[in-house]
């Protein structure tokens, strides 16, 4: 087992593309490969890993360590039927966990980096909260999950590219007049015709100190997202990876990677409906059968994610100086 | 552009070397003679997206891939798309690999092109071209193409879709249109 967990943030955007159904077939294959893995539902507002998992009253959730109940990820990781594979309930029941505070988010970032095991997979919530944004930008390997639909793409998009603007205006904290241009260029209509973040760079180049763009420029750079397509019906669906990666290159300067595409599987609907847990099914068919693609290339690194597998506590270190 | 954008992870088992190129040696197209290979490229080159119904025709009959027999059989016809564009030439992904022809039978032919974008204001573009080069990396052929006879509206039409500004929105938009969708048959 490594000493620091390499941390897997599955996020999206758009809600009902199947971010946990994925966290949890990857957890489950990584799991089978004889890999401690850690599922841990971030998804504050609207947890239901637990649910999928057939856990109907989770005995314990990480609202009992935001509530100081326990100090540690260890106490509140519930073993599954899988082997390996463990889970950290959230709480969405619970009005103050869907918002933690600064300090409470920190906390859970540095627990999460003590965490024995060799991969934790993060299930973050919908939408492009700070909150979902900062566990994202904080995991060694940044996961978004989108369906072939335009709508989902829209979403994918605009995750990455909150994302990519979060980073960059944590970057400029300090400067408050770079700060300010950065939040208008994050507008499309901007006033100052920015268009893309190449375009922002060459703004900030007329005026900004050189160290600083360089800063900005490897920091952006250290993003690389990869793509899981979910819910593939049809082969031409999975070019919805292409079309992410063309357009986060253009105008963000950001390199996306494809991971794969999982195929539509309507079992998993079925056993979604009827709380049967999603790890109890036998056989390899369907959605499972792309997730085991995808957990061994990931785990190989062939699908040009070797670099998770470096110790993430760097990585986790980074966010938290930033936090 | 940046090849690795089209890039599919499983090369092909009948896949020539990876990145070969295989450019058109033979006689030039009217635009293209007293041009030096950089003179060809003196157009800059647009990300502009669109999708590209491609008819490739035959010198002879009989040559390899073609239907033998009357002219109209001579040809055959593959979709693509493109987001490679000048207003000297193109660079055509093809949805689908032109089997039973080999890459160097496609360079040098003649191609009839109609090109169709998602902007409402155009009806797309049909002009006539010749293959320069062929490119064919994990199973993904990219056919560079120059155009030819263009006449003045053409390139009037060429310089507008050339200089179109699109959003993020609008060109994942174009993008899913020539990418995911399913393709609209060619209009006449």
């Known amino acids: 087992m490594s000493a620091s967990p390499t941390m897997i943030a599955i996020g999206g955007g758009k809600g009902g593309v199947g971010k946990s159904v994925v966290s949890i077939l990857l957890g489950q294959w990584l799991a089978r490969f004889g890999k401690s893995t850690v599922l841990v539902d971030l998804d504050l507002g609207g947890a239901n890993i637990h649910t999928l998992l057939g856990i109907k009253d989770p005995p314990a959730s990480i609202h009992d360590l935001i509530l100081r109940k326990t100090d540690s990820f260890e106490d509140i990781a519930i073993s599954t039927q899988v082997e390996q594979l463990r889970v950290v309930c959230g709480a969405s029941e619970i009005l103050s966990a869907a918002n933690p505070v600064f300090a409470q988010k920190l906390k859970i970032v540095r627990k999460l980096a003590e965490i024995d095991a060799d991969y934790l997979i993060l299930d973050l919530g919908a939408g492009t909260s700070f909150d979902v944004l900062d566990f994202f930008l904080l995991a060694d390997l940044q996961v978004i999950v989108t369906t072939s639909e335009p709508v989902s793409i829209y979403n994918a998009y605009g995750f990455l590219r909150n994302a990519v603007y979060r980073r960059l205006t944590q970057l400029v904290r300090e400067y408050p007049e770079w700060k300010s241009l950065i939040r208008s260029a994050m507008d499309p209509r901007n006033s100052f015709n920015i268009r893309t973040v190449r375009g922002l760079y060459d703004r900030l180049s007329e005026e900004a100190d050189p160290d600083l763009l360089n800063t900005l420029s490897e920091e952006t750079r250290k993003i690389r997202p990869a793509v899981i397509v979910n819910q593939v019906r049809e082969p031409r669906e999975q070019n919805t990876s292409r079309i992410l990666q063309q357009v986060a290159d253009r105008y963000l300067m950001v390199q996306v990677r494809d991971l794969g595409s999982v195929l539509y599987d309507p079992q998993i609907q079925a056993m979604v409906s009827r709380m049967v847990p999603l790890v109890s099914r036998n056989g390899i068919a369907g959605a499972f059968e792309s997730m085991q693609q995808i957990a061994t290339a990931l785990m190989n690194g062939t699908n040009g994610t070797g670099r998770i597998a470096t110790n993430g506590t760097s990585h986790v270190a980074q966010a938290l100086e930033r936090l | ?188």
């Open chain 2, 1 to 188: 552009m940046n090849d690795e954008d089209f890039s599919t992870p499983k090369p092909g088992p009948s896949s020539p070397e990876p990145e070969e190129t295989i450019r058109h040696q033979g006689p030039a197209s009217p635009s293209m003679l007293g041009q030096s290979p950089e003179e060809r490229r003196n157009h800059p080159r647009f990300e502009v997206s669109v999708r590209v119904h491609l008819t490739i025709f035959a010198e002879i009959s009989g040559m390899p891939g073609f239907a033998s027999g009357d002219r109209s059989r001579m040809k055959v016809i593959r979709e693509g798309f493109s987001n490679d564009l000048s207003e000297s030439g193109i660079c055509v992904v093809l949805d689908d690999r032109v089997t039973g022809i080999p890459l160097q039978q496609l360079v040098g032919r003649k191609v009839k092109l109609h090109l169709e974008w998602t902007q409402p204001d155009e009806d797309g573009l049909k002009v006539l071209g010749q293959v320069a080069w062929g490119r064919e990396k994990d199973d993904v052929v990219r056919l560079g193409i120059q155009f030819t006879d263009l006449s003045v509206a053409d390139r009037k039409t060429l310089g507008r879709l050339c200089q179109h500004d699109e959003s993020e929105l609008s060109r994942i938009s174009n993008l899913w249109e020539l990418l995911v969708a399913e393709p609209r048959p060619p209009s006449s």
